[in-house]
Each structure stands twice: as structure tokens, then as C-alpha cells.
């Protein structure tokens, strides 16, 4: 049988060909573009966020199952956009060629590298004692600007960018799967409990309706010592405490 593939470009994401389970074709209405999202042990990855963006801005967004796998139905053929995230790994995003309604594909296979919680000499304590120290700063500290969940989820964001958009010194610019957040003009520093997240914007990593608590810190000042940046910038620094155990 010969089987028809998409055309992937992508980044450093993994991403192969699962081998069809069934010899016998059969025909659906509709084009799905389905597969499963692994770890690098290739553990299924379940509630993996995927948004797929098609012709005409259109843009859609799936969760994985507990099996890892992911499906989008009635996919128009043509070029389209895959975004992958999940709290604790770094996000993927590629490019696809979806084939004509006629054509067999195979599922897609896209791995996801975990997050090293390089911490260095910084303890990451109990969820308790992380929310602890948040409400603590907020009551005390007069530098940084905070939000907690229920002042988050009463905003009602989409993205968490969206909460950024009346904050004094932040500048939030959109995108299709989310948007980028600069402080003063620069790329601010991101935690998310406790563990530094390089290379990637809030959007790519954490939902709204993920965050138990949010602290901001428009410039280098004020940052509470143990998330100052060893490299001195004059950027300043997002940290976000999460819902998830």
C-alpha cells in the first residue's frame, strides 16, 4: 500500500510517521490530522494544549487525552500551523502541508523535551509554602505588581499576555497562538514554580486558568534576590505560580 505523508517543517521538535494500524483503507468524510504527543521517554503526554491555525486565520485548539493522542477533524487541505505546549515542557510549533481530502496520511508523532529544573542552590518547597511566599511578598513588597487566581479568573483572559495589557511599563504585542511580552521595552526573565524557563514567551507555557499566582517586576529593581538573573540586563522578571500539583 503506498501511503501518502504530511510535509513537515519544523524546529528542534521530533516529529515521524506512526505506522498505520489498520492494512485496509477506509474512506471518512472530511480530513483529520491526528497523532500523539511523547516525552522523551516516549510516555504519552496527556493534556498537551495543540492549536492548529489554517487558511483564512481560522484557528483551532484540541487537548491530548490521557493516551497522549490529539485529533482535528475536517481539516481544510493546504498549508496550516501547529502549536504544541504543556506546563513543564518546552513548546513545539511546525509547519504542515495538509493533503487533499482523498490522500491517506499517517498520524503525527511530536516529542517534547521537559524543562531541566536547573535550580542551582534554590529549593523548590511544597505547594503550601510556595503560595506562602507569594502572598507574603504581595502583602509586603512595594516594588513588584501582583495578581492572585481569583483576581485572574474574574479577567476572564485568553491568554495570560492579555493580562500584561494594563500594567505600567509592559508592552504586549499579538500573535497568532498568543502574544510576546516585553517589559521596558526588553524580554523580561520567566519563572514558573520555582524553575527558570528560557527561550519562550508565557504564552508557550502556561494557561490562564493555570496560574495560582502571578508577580511582576517591571525593572531589575526590587527583584526579590533568588530570581535576579546572574547576567545583568536591564530587563525584568515574571513569576508565576501554578494551579497544578
Known amino acids: 500500500m503506498l501511503f501518502r505523508t504530511f510535509i513537515v517543517a519544523c524546529g528542534p521538535a521530533l516529529v515521524t510517521a506512526i505506522p498505520a494500524r489498520s492494512q485496509t483503507p477506509q474512506h471518512v468524510s472530511g480530513h483529520s490530522v491526528n497523532g500523539i504527543v511523547l516525552d522523551a521517554a516516549r510516555a504519552p503526554i496527556s493534556d498537551a494544549q495543540l492549536r492548529m491555525q489554517t487558511g483564512g486565520d481560522s484557528t483551532r485548539m484540541v487537548r491530548t487525552g490521557p493516551d497522549g493522542r490529539f485529533a482535528f477533524a475536517d481539516v481544510p487541505p493546504g498549508e496550516a500551523r501547529l502549536s504544541v505546549k504543556r506546563l513543564g515542557y518546552a513548546p513545539r510549533s511546525l509547519q504542515l ?21 536547573a535550580l ?45 495589557r494594563r500594567v505600567a511599563g509592559a508592552s504586549v504585542r499579538g500573535g497568532h497562538f498568543g502574544s510576546t511580552i516585553r517589559l521596558r521595552g526588553c524580554r523580561p526573565k520567566l519563572w514558573i514554580d520555582g524553575v527558570p524557563v528560557r527561550d519562550a514567551e508565557l504564552d508557550e507555557v502556561v494557561n ?10 517591571a525593572s531589575t529593581a526590587g527583584i526579590p534576590p533568588e530570581y535576579m538573573d546572574r547576567e545583568p540586563r536591564p530587563c525584568g522578571v515574571i513569576v508565576v505560580w501554578t494551579r497544578i500539583e
Open 97 to 117: 502541508a495538509v493533503l487533499p481530502e482523498d490522500s491517506e496520511t499517517r498520524p503525527l508523532e511530536i516529542a517534547l523535551d521537559a524543562i531541566p529544573a
Open 120 to 164: 542551582g542552590d534554590l529549593v523548590v518547597i511544597g505547594r503550601h509554602s510556595r503560595l506562602q511566599e507569594f502572598d507574603e511578598r504581595r502583602t509586603r513588597h512595594s516594588s513588584g505588581q501582583f495578581m492572585t487566581g481569583d483576581e485572574i479568573r474574574s479577567l476572564n483572559p485568553r491568554f495570560s499576555s492579555d493580562l500584561f
Open 208 to 217: 490562564p486558568s493555570e496560574i495560582a499566582g502571578l508577580e511582576i517586576y
